[in-house]
Nanobody, 131 residues
Framework: QLQLVESGGDSVQAGGSLRLSCTAS?????????MGWFRQTPEKEREGIAT????????YYADSIKGRFTVSLDSAKNTLYLQMNSLQPEDSAMYYC???????????????????????WGQGTQVTVSS
């Protein structure tokens, strides 16, 4: 199993920045190849916005956030980050992190051209951007 806990969500003004964190724990951490960030509002389906290949550091982004958000991983701390800059009201959402590592389980998402089956999910952290 793998437990994911997000933090760092907050309310900010448009143009501001936030850094989200996602700490992973559990025996499945060693079998994880991709970790990603997703967001969802009540009006929209969950959107995959960034993912990172944990074994090599390659990153992939959705067009909607490319150039403003950066995903990174501190393997020593088992922590995934999402640095969000130039935030806009349309970035307001619940943000989730997720990871693969459970073969034949989870939901498929394609982020930046990379299709991954995400099996483990955190509970989310709320980001609110006001104009």
């Amino acid at each position: 199993q793998l437990q994911l806990v997000e933090s760092g969500g907050d309310s900010v003004q448009a143009g501001g920045s936030l850094r989200l964190s996602c700490t992973a724990s559990g025996s499945a951490a060693a079998r994880t190849y991709y970790m990603g960030w997703f967001r969802q509002t009540p009006e929209k389906e969950r959107e995959g916005i960034a993912t990172i290949y944990t074994q090599g550091g390659d990153t992939y982004y959705a067009d909607s956030i490319k150039g403003r958000f950066t995903v990174s991983l501190d393997s020593a701390k088992n922590t995934l980050y999402l640095q969000m800059n130039s935030l806009q009201p349309e970035d307001s959402a619940m943000y989730y992190c997720a990871a693969d590592g459970a073969p034949q389980e989870g939901i498929y998402y394609k982020i930046g051209g990379v299709l991954v089956q995400y099996a483990y999910w955190g509970q989310g952290t709320q980001v609110t951007v006001s104009s």
